[in-house]
């Protein structure tokens, strides 16, 4: 874990909220998410932690606020564009059928790009992965295809990685692999990171910052260790 | 059997419809006992069916002595009812009704048009409205096919769908798939019939030519002629409900709006 950086924010959210046939999702949030920092979002199942983190790429509409990318109110930017700057990494893979190459070409294929064979490796080798390429994805195990699922956010090149409760869906051991992969590729290219998770100790372990999320409303934001044992 | 009882038109008709309709619930009650409940919507249907074609029965009589202009309005009719029949088919997708007619005036109406202009088919009421009608009836279960197969997909592959759009994809290409497997899944059945024309069945056109006095080599090719254009109109229906369709479960801002519990 690496103590929270001073950097300006990159993400900011102004009073966000979201409100579906009056049940209350996210309510008032306000915090930011500074350059280089992981911000772990911690909290019980239905506290709206993956419903924040779907208002955060503009998956689902705030019914109140916004987000701000690098001093951009997000709703002025295309959400083809906020969403490749903005990338997500679901509970579930979602792998699409083929090969974990035609994988990892999915997102750079939207805007008309190819990405080089050397670009793929080098993407497959940062998750632990290399030549994996020509895998047809049916093969993977359930820590493989995550791992390919963060490969195939990182050819989008985003500002931010948004991780959606990435390990829970794991066993004990793949669980393991996916943390020290994130943990490598944020450590290693100071990616700035949200992560979703309801395991503290991942959030100890990963984040520099937390944000306990209760009903909906923030409840406490700060350093990890302070706000965890808090 | 029934022609030993009944020597009036009126109520051997009557009772071949009341043992058809029979034979139908048996069905019903088979599949009761698999916990299927199917009992008051093929009743209603039944019932609704039978007043449906009897009225429509009646109003052809009067339009065979009518102009030709008439069966304008009778297929114009068909059609917003066809759209009303299998817009119930993409439950919670918005503007169902709208996409469905529109669907079907383009597929049959164009299909019609092109082919009256051409001379296939006769101008003459009791041409026109027979086969326009199988156009339209063809066109519609093909809409609700696509539209029913559409929305099980998406239903079943939200993750997917949003996956691709978490990765910078249009909300079109997200779709795409489930657009294909929609469109060419609705035309099965029309290739079917194609495919199996004479051999697994003799449709009912054919018989009426043939009842009606025609060569039996021109109904047969009418026959044929008649499926072609069937599947000119479904194909085109589909094409269109389905690209229609996919625009409407995305929001604006290209979020899913079609999703389960919603």
């Given at each position: 874990?690496?103590?929270p950086?001073t950097s300006d924010?990159?993400?900011?959210t ?5 409100v579906v046939?009056e049940?209350?999702l996210?309510?008032d949030a306000?915090?930011e998410v500074?350059t280089?920092?992981?911000l ?7 506290s ?11 998956l689902?509409?705030p ?6 990318v690098?001093?951009t109110?997000?709703r002025?930017?295309?959400p083809?564009?906020l ?5 997500m990494?679901?509970q ?9 190459e ?5 997102g750079p294929a ?7 064979q ?8 940062r998750?632990g ?6 895998r047809?994805i049916a093969n993977?195990?359930g820590g493989?295809?995550q791992?390919v ?6 050819a989008?090149s985003?500002?931010v990685l ?7 869906a794991?066993?004990?051991t ?8 994130i943990?490598?590729?944020v450590?290693?290219?100071e990616l700035?990171?949200v992560?979703?998770t309801?395991d ?12 306990i999320l ?8 700060g350093?990890?260790?302070?706000v965890?044992?808090a | 059997m029934l022609k030993?009882f ?5 109520y051997?008709?009557l009772?071949?419809a009341?043992i ?10 088979l599949?009761?006992k698999?916990?299927?409940?199917l ?6 249907a039944?019932?609704r069916?039978l007043i449906?074609?009897v009225?429509?029965?009646s ?8 102009p030709?202009?008439?069966?304008g309005?009778?297929l114009a ?6 759209g009303a029949?299998s817009?119930r088919?993409a439950?919670g997708?918005?503007?169902a009704f ?12 164009s299909?019609?048009?092109l082919?009256?202009?051409l001379g296939?088919?006769?101008?003459a ?5 027979p086969?326009g ?7 519609m279960?093909?809409?609700?096919l696509a539209?029913n197969?559409f929305r ?6 939200v993750g997917e ?8 994809a249009?909300a079109?290409n ?13 035309l ?6 194609l495919r199996s ?11 009426g030519?043939l009842l009606?006095?025609?060569r039996?080599?021109y109904a047969?090719?009418?026959?044929f002629?008649v499926?072609a254009?069937i599947?000119?109109a479904s194909g085109?229906?589909?094409?269109v409900?389905t690209?229609?369709i996919r625009?409407r479960i995305f929001t604006?801002?290209?979020q899913?709006?079609?999703q389960?519990?919603r």
């Amino acid at each position: 874990m690496t103590p929270p950086p001073t950097s300006d924010p990159i993400l900011r959210t102004e009073h966000l909220g979201r409100v579906v046939q009056e049940k209350v999702l996210v309510e008032d949030a306000t915090f930011e998410v500074r350059t280089g920092e992981v911000l772990a979002i911690v909290g019980p199942s239905g506290s709206g932690k993956s419903s924040l983190l779907r208002l955060l790429n503009r998956l689902d509409e705030p019914t109140s606020g916004t987000v701000y990318v690098e001093k951009t109110d997000y709703r002025q930017i295309a959400p083809t564009d906020l969403r490749r700057k903005l990338g997500m990494v679901n509970q579930r893979p979602y792998l699409f059928p083929g090969t974990v190459e035609q994988n990892l070409q999915f997102g750079p294929a939207q805007r008309g790009e190819s990405l080089a064979q050397n670009s793929i490796e080098q993407l497959l080798a940062r998750v632990g992965l290399k030549g994996y390429a020509g895998r047809n994805i049916a093969n993977l195990s359930g820590g493989e295809a995550q791992r390919v699922s963060v490969a195939r956010t990182l050819a989008n090149s985003p500002l931010v990685l948004l991780l959606d409760e990435p390990t829970s869906a794991l066993d004990e051991t793949s669980k393991l692999e996916v943390e020290s992969t994130i943990q490598k590729i944020v450590r290693d290219q100071e990616l700035t990171c949200v992560l979703v998770t309801h395991d503290t100790a991942q959030a100890a372990r990963l984040a520099g910052r937390a944000l306990i999320l209760e009903a909906g409303r923030i409840a406490r934001l700060g350093p990890t260790n302070e706000v965890l044992h808090a | 059997m029934l022609k030993y009882f009944s020597t009036n038109q009126l109520y051997l008709g009557l009772e071949q419809a009341l043992i058809a309709a029979m034979a139908a619930m048996l069905v019903v009650l088979l599949a009761r006992k698999r916990g299927i409940h199917l009992e008051s919507e093929t009743l209603i249907a039944m019932v609704r069916g039978l007043i449906q074609i009897v009225a429509v029965g009646s109003i052809l009589l009067l339009l065979l002595r009518g102009p030709r202009w008439t069966s304008g309005f009778l297929l114009a009719g068909m059609i917003v009812a066809a759209g009303a029949t299998s817009a119930r088919r993409a439950k919670g997708i918005p503007d169902a009704f709208r996409v469905s007619a529109c669907s079907i005036a383009f597929g049959a109406g164009s299909v019609i048009a092109l082919m009256t202009w051409l001379g296939v088919i006769d101008t003459a009421v009791t041409a026109l409205v027979p086969v326009g009608s199988m156009l339209i009836a063809n066109s519609m279960n093909t809409n609700g096919l696509a539209l029913n197969r559409f929305r099980a997909d998406v239903l079943a592959h939200v993750g997917e769908i949003e996956t691709a759009l978490a990765l910078g994809a249009e909300a079109k290409n997200s779709v795409s798939p489930y657009v294909q497997a929609a469109f060419e899944a609705s035309l099965i059945p029309a290739i079917d019939s194609l495919r199996s024309l004479g051999i697994v069945w003799i449709p009912g056109l054919m018989a009426g030519m043939l009842l009606s006095g025609a060569r039996p080599v021109y109904a047969a090719i009418y026959q044929f002629v008649v499926l072609a254009m069937i599947f000119a109109a479904s194909g085109l229906t589909s094409l269109v409900s389905t690209l229609l369709i996919r625009d409407r479960i995305f929001t604006a801002a290209q979020q899913l709006s079609l999703q389960p519990g919603r």
